[in-house]
């Protein structure tokens, strides 16, 4: 088996738009799954342009690498057709649409399971399949402020804030991926494939994590702590005397490697930083004091002083000084392919890596229907077939 194709036996019908559902199919389709990309023509949905604004531009060919192009107007009993063909050889059909469109289509899971007992359907909703809020229309922005996450993010007193990234549609595609995983797992012994379901508001609660779990096991409410770690001390963003570092000074052996590394030894027997618990109360002073040495020398140096003791610490990039970092170049974070137009395009590769048949970024995103009559070829037609779908506006 060539490298980067751990899942080349897989077929996936990609429905999905956005960003959740595409996350969770590059992650298939840099493992090296055959991944076809189902869209409508040109035209048909209303809300094209806020789907793909730009096919080229780095956001659409960074989620839709290693992907094929398939056109079809689902809309057209031909078109539904043709996809239910499509599904008599698929391993897995992933979509995201609100949860009563699938059952309107007849693309529901017990319709998909008659066609092909193995087949795995793979759904990504705002807010669930069911249930009060299941026919609302999920964006991630109003999840971060519906999971909690809007409520812990910025400085105390701000106000809401919202997180710089997806957080909600990416973790709720990759949890999708991990669904998918555990159902192909769970085939090898049943022979049937079955409905895996995420949403993004179940992720961004999971998300919360120890913030969540705080709540619901010591009646704790979490609030915004800034930069500050809200249960440890030292932890968080301090001043240097060229700008800011990042440190993590937890825990009793991290917090003697520091006093020792920042020559400060007293700290140690200072009563008010004996515990973690002491150093939150008293993290005022205690930050106070740390940027009282930190200003005397260069992030650069306390970063390899404070690393050389054991004592996590990092500067705060720029997105640019990211790719420069020397460790993230030398971890290959990066991969670069050809669009169909020759625009060279780079990639942020898979951060799962597997050591005899990695992922791969083996081409840039398809055009739209790039590889229309190749798949529906595939599928057993014949040219006439496929002109006379043209024809009626199918494909």
């Known amino acids: 088996m060539p490298s980067g194709q751990a899942l080349a036996s897989l077929r996936v019908l990609d429905l999905s738009r956005v960003r959740a559902g595409p996350t969770c199919v590059r ?3 840099d493992f090296g799954a055959d991944v076809i ?3 409508p023509p040109p035209g048909i949905d209303a809300n094209d342009n806020m ?6 531009g780095g956001d659409f060919q960074n989620l839709n690498r290693n992907k094929r192009s398939l056109t079809l107007n689902l809309k057209k009993p031909e078109g539904l057709a043709v996809f239910r063909e499509l599904v008599k050889t698929a391993d897995v059909v992933v979509e995201n649409w609100r949860p009563d469109v699938k059952h309107r289509l007849g693309l529901d899971y017990e319709s998909l399971r008659a066609i092909n007992p193995r087949v795995i359907l793979a759904s990504i909703s705002g807010y669930g399949q069911d249930g009060p809020y299941a026919k609302r229309p999920g964006f991630d922005q109003v999840i971060q402020g519906m999971g909690g996450l809007m409520s812990v993010t910025g400085l105390p007193g701000q106000g809401p804030v919202r997180a710089g990234i997806a957080v909600a549609d990416s973790s709720a595609g990759l949890y999708l991926a991990l669904g998918i995983f555990a159902a192909l797992f769970e085939r090898e012994r049943s022979g049937h494939g079955q409905w895996v379901h995420a949403s993004l508001l179940h992720a961004l609660v999971a998300m919360m994590d120890f913030q969540a779990a705080r709540y619901l096991n010591e009646g704790a409410t979490p609030t915004q702590a800034g930069n500050d770690h809200p249960t440890a001390s ?5 001043r240097a005397l060229d700008g800011s570092l990042n440190i993590g000074a937890a825990g009793g ?14 700290w140690l027997a200072d009563p008010r930083y004996a515990t973690d618990a002491d150093r939150v109360a008293n993290r005022a002073a205690l ?13 650069a140096h306390w970063v390899d002083v404070l690393n050389r003791a054991g004592v996590p610490a990092g500067p705060v990039y720029t997105i640019p000084e990211v790719f420069e970092d020397p460790q993230v170049r030398h971890m290959a974070m990066t991969a670069q392919a050809r ?7 780079t990639f942020i590769t898979q951060p799962v890596r597997l050591e005899r048949t990695p992922a791969e970024v083996r081409t ?23 002109q006379a779908l043209r024809a009626a506006g199918v494909v």
């Open 364 to 386: 840039a995103a398809p055009d739209c229907g790039e590889h229309t009559d190749e798949v529906l070829r595939e599928a057993g037609l014949d040219e006439r077939e496929i």
């Open 287 to 299: 930050s106070e004091a740390i940027e009282q040495v930190f200003a005397h020398a260069t992030v």
């Open 339 to 345: 669009a169909s137009s020759g625009r060279l395009c």
């Open 253 to 266: 052996g991290n917090w003697r490697r520091f006093c020792e590394a920042l020559g400060k030894p007293e």
């Open 27 to 29: 992650m298939l389709a």
């Open 51 to 56: 789907f793909v604004d730009n096919r080229e």
């Open 234 to 238: 030292p932890m968080g963003l301090y």
């Open 37 to 39: 990309r189902v869209e």
